[in-house]
C-alpha cells in the first residue's frame, strides 16, 4: 500500500469516525447499512474474491449468526459477547460441511455455487419449521432503549451500532490487507487463479480453501449477530432468502471482487444511489415496487459491460494507488 | 548409488485406451534424461504419474527410495519434484515475482524471503526486466520461462520439464539448454525432459528413453538411440540424418 492509499485510508476513518457529529438520523441509517454490507462483503470477498470459490449462499452465515445469538439472548438471557462465539461456531460448522463435501468431491464453479445456494435454501427451510425461533412468524428481541447505552447487551442508541460496525468494517479491512500480503493470501490468489499449478507447486490446496470458506464463514457470522441486535427482528423467509446473499455480493462485484476498498465502494455507491433513486420517485409521487432491485440489475449490467473489473481498479489507477 | 527417479513396470490406461505400458526406466543423481517420441506416445501421462496428478493402474515410482505411487501433486512436489506444464498455466492475474514467490514459499519460512529467493530465480531465467509486470501480459516464451522459473523456486531435487522449448527461437532454446546444463552441472539438479526439440534433446540428454505406444522402445545415450533402427523409423526419420 502506497502513501496516497494511506492517505485516502486516514480521511475515509476521519470522515466516517466524525459522521455522527454531523448526520441526522437518517444518514446516520444509510451510512450504518452501507457499513453493514461493506462488512459483509468484504467477509464474502475473502472467499470469493482471495481464494476464488464463488458463494451464491451467503445469507446462509447471516442468518444462521442472527439466530444463534438472538435465540440465546430472547430464550436464555445470555448476551450476545457470549452468543457470538456460539454464531461463529454454527457458522464455522456449516462452512465446513459445505467445503469439506465441494472440496472433497471435487466440486467446484458453479456447482460449487449452486451447492452454496442449497445450503441457504434448505436452512431457511428448517428455521421455518423450527418452533424454538418461532418458525416462519419470526423472532423478536425487545427493541433498544435509544437513550441509553447498554454494551453488555449490545442494546442502544443508533449511533453506538454505528461505531460498532464502523470498527468491524475497519478491522476486517486490516484483516484482509493482512491476510492478502501473507502466505495465505499468496496461496488462496494461486488458487483462484490456477488451481492445479497452486498444487503442482505444493500447496495442499484443499487445506487453503477450507480455510478460506471458514474465515468467510466465521466474518459473516459477526454481521448475522449486529443485524439481529440492529434490527430485532428476523424471519427465515428474509433473512436467508437467496436475494439477501445477491445484494451481499453485489457491493464488492461493483467495487472491485478481491480488492480491499472494492466491497466498502460498492456497498456505498449501491446503497447512496438505490436510496437517491427511491426518494426522488417518493417526492415525485411515483412509487414503483421493486425499483431497487430493478436498479441493482441496471448497475451490475452497466458495471459488468464497461468495468468488468468493478469501479475500484480503475478509480485507483486515476488516483494512483496500487490496488 | 540408488537412482533418484525409479520408474518400475508402470501402466495407465483411460477408458480402456492404453496410454502406458509397462514402461521401467530410471534417472540417477545428477541425471540429464529427456523422454521422446510421437506424439500420443504417453510421456506427458507418465509425467503426471510421477508428479501425482492420477495415479498409475499399475507399477511403481520410487523418488530417493521412498515410493511415491499414492501421494498427491503437493505431496509430490513437497518430497523435492518439481514440474512445469507442456500447456502452461500461470496465475495469470499475478505479478512475475508474485507468480515464483508462490512457488518459493514451499520451503521459505515469510513471504519477505520468499520474495528475494523468488527475484533470483526471476533474474536467472531473464524475465528481471518483467517481474512486476502481470502473468497475463507475458509472451509464449516468457511464459515458458516463468513455468521453469517457479518450478526452481520450489528447490526441487527433480526437475520435469514438458516441452519447455516448444515455440521457442533457436537462439532462446540455446540459452535454455545452457541455463538447464548449468542447473544440472553446477546446482546437482536431476532433470527429467520431455522435448520434441531435438536440438535441445541432444545437445543436453545424457540419456534418452524413447517412449512409443505408451512402451519403451530404445533407451540409451543420444549417439546410440538416434542409430536405433526401431527409433528411426516411429520416430525420428530423416530428421535424424540431419
Same mark, same amino acid.
Given at each position: 500500500?502506497?502513501?496516497?492509499?494511506?492517505?485516502?485510508?486516514?480521511?475515509?476513518? +476521519?470522515?466516517?469516525? +466524525?459522521?455522527?457529529?454531523?448526520?441526522?438520523?437518517?444518514?446516520?441509517?444509510?451510512?450504518?447499512?452501507?457499513?453493514?454490507?461493506?462488512?459483509?462483503?468484504?467477509?464474502?470477498?475473502?472467499?470469493?474474491?482471495? %481464494?476464488?470459490?464463488?458463494?451464491?449462499?451467503?445469507?446462509?452465515?447471516?442468518?444462521?449468526?442472527?439466530?444463534?445469538?438472538? #435465540?440465546?439472548?430472547?430464550?436464555?438471557?445470555?448476551?450476545?459477547? /457470549?452468543?457470538?462465539?456460539?454464531?461463529?461456531?454454527?457458522?464455522?460448522?456449516?462452512?465446513?460441511?459445505?467445503?469439506?463435501? %465441494?472440496?472433497?468431491?471435487?466440486?467446484?464453479?458453479?456447482?460449487?455455487?449452486?451447492?452454496?445456494?442449497?445450503?441457504?435454501? *434448505?436452512?431457511?427451510?428448517? *428455521?421455518?419449521?423450527?418452533?424454538?425461533?418461532?418458525? !416462519?412468524? #419470526?423472532?423478536?428481541?425487545?427493541?433498544?432503549?435509544?437513550?441509553?447505552?447498554?454494551?453488555?447487551?449490545?442494546?442502544?442508541? !443508533?449511533?453506538?451500532?454505528?461505531?460498532?460496525?464502523?470498527?468491524?468494517?475497519?478491522?476486517?479491512?486490516?484483516?484482509?490487507?493482512?491476510?492478502?500480503?501473507?502466505?495465505?493470501?499468496?496461496?488462496?490468489?494461486?488458487?483462484?487463479?490456477?488451481?492445479?499449478?497452486?498444487?503442482?507447486?505444493?500447496?495442499?490446496?484443499?487445506?487453503?480453501?477450507?480455510? %478460506?470458506?471458514?474465515?468467510?464463514? +466465521?466474518?459473516?457470522?459477526?454481521?448475522?449477530?449486529?443485524?439481529?441486535?440492529?434490527?430485532?427482528?428476523?424471519?427465515?423467509?428474509?433473512?436467508?432468502?437467496?436475494?439477501?446473499?445477491?445484494?451481499?455480493?453485489?457491493?464488492?462485484?461493483?467495487?472491485?471482487?478481491?480488492?480491499?476498498? #472494492?466491497?466498502?465502494? #460498492?456497498?456505498?455507491?449501491?446503497?447512496?444511489?438505490?436510496?437517491?433513486?427511491?426518494?426522488?420517485?417518493?417526492?415525485?409521487?411515483?412509487?414503483?415496487?421493486?425499483?431497487?432491485?430493478?436498479?441493482?440489475?441496471?448497475?451490475?449490467?452497466?458495471?459488468?459491460?464497461?468495468?468488468?473489473?468493478?469501479?475500484? !481498479?480503475?478509480? /485507483?489507477?486515476?488516483?494512483?494507488?496500487?490496488? | 548409488?540408488?537412482?533418484?527417479?525409479?520408474?518400475?513396470?508402470?501402466?495407465?490406461?483411460?477408458?480402456?485406451?492404453?496410454?502406458?505400458?509397462?514402461?521401467?526406466f530410471?534417472?540417477?543423481?545428477?541425471?540429464l534424461t529427456a523422454l521422446i517420441g510421437p506424439?500420443?506416445a504417453?510421456k506427458?501421462?507418465?509425467?503426471?504419474?510421477?508428479?501425482?496428478?492420477?495415479?498409475?493402474?499399475?507399477?511403481?515410482?520410487?523418488?530417493?527410495?521412498?515410493?511415491?505411487?499414492?501421494?498427491?501433486?503437493?505431496?509430490?512436489?513437497?518430497?523435492?519434484?518439481?514440474?512445469?506444464?507442456?500447456?502452461?498455466?500461470?496465475?495469470?492475474?499475478?505479478?512475475?515475482?508474485?507468480?515464483?514467490?508462490?512457488?518459493?514459499?514451499?520451503?521459505?519460512?515469510?513471504?519477505?524471503?520468499?520474495?528475494?529467493?523468488?527475484?533470483?530465480?526471476?533474474?536467472?531465467?531473464?524475465?528481471?526486466?518483467?517481474?512486476?509486470?502481470?502473468?497475463?501480459?507475458?509472451?509464449?516464451?516468457?511464459?515458458?520461462?516463468?513455468?521453469?522459473?517457479?518450478?526452481?523456486?520450489?528447490?526441487?531435487?527433480?526437475?520435469?520439464?514438458?516441452?519447455?522449448?516448444?515455440?521457442?527461437?533457436?537462439?532462446?532454446?540455446?540459452?535454455?539448454?545452457?541455463?538447464?546444463?548449468?542447473?544440472?552441472?553446477?546446482?546437482?539438479?536431476?532433470?527429467?525432459l520431455i522435448e520434441h526439440?531435438m536440438r535441445a534433446v541432444m545437445a543436453l540428454a545424457k540419456e534418452i528413453v524413447v517412449l512409443h505406444?505408451?512402451?519403451i522402445i530404445a533407451r540409451g545415450s543420444p549417439e546410440q538411440v538416434v542409430r536405433d533402427p526401431a527409433v528411426l523409423e516411429c520416430y525420428l526419420g530423416?530428421e535424424a540424418e540431419v
Amino acid at each position: 500500500m502506497n502513501r496516497r492509499a494511506a492517505i485516502l485510508l486516514t480521511v475515509l476513518t +476521519a470522515g466516517l469516525v +466524525a459522521l455522527p457529529g454531523f448526520a441526522d438520523a437518517y444518514v446516520l441509517s444509510v451510512a450504518t447499512l452501507i457499513l453493514y454490507l461493506a462488512y459483509t462483503g468484504q467477509a464474502w470477498n475473502v472467499m470469493m474474491g482471495f %481464494a476464488g470459490q464463488l458463494s451464491l449462499g451467503h445469507s446462509l452465515y447471516v442468518g444462521v449468526g442472527a439466530y444463534v445469538a438472538a #435465540g440465546l439472548f430472547f430464550h436464555l438471557g445470555i448476551g450476545p459477547w /457470549a452468543g457470538l462465539w456460539l454464531s461463529i461456531a454454527a457458522c464455522i460448522a456449516f462452512g465446513a460441511a459445505i467445503g469439506f463435501l %465441494a472440496f472433497r468431491f471435487g466440486i467446484s464453479g458453479v456447482y460449487f455455487a449452486l451447492l452454496t445456494i442449497a445450503f441457504a435454501e *434448505f436452512t431457511r427451510i428448517g *428455521f421455518d419449521h423450527l418452533g424454538w425461533t418461532g418458525g !416462519p412468524g #419470526g423472532l423478536f428481541i425487545k427493541v433498544a432503549q435509544r437513550d441509553q447505552i447498554d454494551l453488555a447487551n449490545f442494546r442502544g442508541p !443508533p449511533e453506538m451500532y454505528y461505531y460498532a460496525i464502523l470498527a468491524l468494517t475497519a478491522g476486517a479491512f486490516a484483516l484482509c490487507a493482512w491476510l492478502l500480503g501473507s502466505r495465505a493470501g499468496y496461496y488462496w490468489q494461486a488458487i483462484r487463479e490456477n488451481e492445479e499449478a497452486a498444487q503442482a507447486l505444493g500447496i495442499n490446496t484443499f487445506r487453503w480453501k477450507m480455510l %478460506a470458506v471458514v474465515l468467510s464463514s +466465521a466474518m459473516t457470522a459477526v454481521s448475522g449477530v449486529f443485524f439481529a441486535f440492529y434490527y430485532n427482528n428476523l424471519f427465515p423467509e428474509q433473512i436467508f432468502n437467496i436475494s439477501r446473499s445477491i445484494e451481499i455480493i453485489l457491493g464488492p462485484i461493483i467495487g472491485g471482487v478481491g480488492t480491499l476498498f #472494492g466491497p466498502i465502494l #460498492g456497498a456505498a455507491v449501491l446503497t447512496i444511489l438505490a436510496d437517491t433513486i427511491t426518494e426522488v420517485l417518493a417526492a415525485l409521487g411515483w412509487e414503483f415496487p421493486g425499483v431497487k432491485q430493478v436498479f441493482y440489475g441496471v448497475v451490475l449490467l452497466a458495471v459488468i459491460m464497461f468495468l468488468p473489473n468493478g469501479i475500484w !481498479p480503475t478509480l /485507483a489507477r486515476k488516483l494512483g494507488i496500487s490496488k | 548409488m540408488s537412482p533418484l527417479l525409479d520408474v518400475r513396470q508402470l501402466s495407465k490406461s483411460f477408458r480402456g485406451l492404453k496410454a502406458v505400458t509397462g514402461a521401467s526406466f530410471e534417472v540417477p543423481v545428477g541425471g540429464l534424461t529427456a523422454l521422446i517420441g510421437p506424439n500420443g506416445a504417453g510421456k506427458t501421462t507418465i509425467f503426471n504419474m510421477v508428479a501425482g496428478v492420477y495415479a498409475a493402474d499399475s507399477g511403481e515410482i520410487r523418488f530417493c527410495g521412498n515410493p511415491i505411487g499414492g501421494l498427491r501433486a503437493d505431496q509430490v512436489c513437497a518430497a523435492g519434484i518439481g514440474r512445469t506444464f507442456q500447456i502452461v498455466k500461470p496465475f495469470a492475474g499475478l505479478s512475475v515475482i508474485d507468480n515464483v514467490m508462490v512457488g518459493a514459499l514451499l520451503r521459505e519460512k515469510g513471504v519477505p524471503a520468499a520474495k528475494r529467493h523468488a527475484a533470483g530465480i526471476v533474474e536467472k531465467l531473464g524475465l528481471g526486466a518483467k517481474r512486476d509486470l502481470p502473468a497475463a501480459s507475458l509472451t509464449l516464451p516468457d511464459r515458458k520461462r516463468l513455468e521453469v522459473a517457479r518450478a526452481l523456486a520450489t528447490r526441487p531435487r527433480l526437475l520435469l520439464l514438458d516441452e519447455v522449448m516448444a515455440g521457442l527461437r533457436p537462439t532462446e532454446c540455446d540459452q535454455m539448454v545452457e541455463l538447464f546444463r548449468e542447473l544440472n552441472r553446477r546446482d546437482g539438479l536431476t532433470i527429467l525432459l520431455i522435448e520434441h526439440v531435438m536440438r535441445a534433446v541432444m545437445a543436453l540428454a545424457k540419456e534418452i528413453v524413447v517412449l512409443h505406444h505408451g512402451e519403451i522402445i530404445a533407451r540409451g545415450s543420444p549417439e546410440q538411440v538416434v542409430r536405433d533402427p526401431a527409433v528411426l523409423e516411429c520416430y525420428l526419420g530423416e530428421e535424424a540424418e540431419v
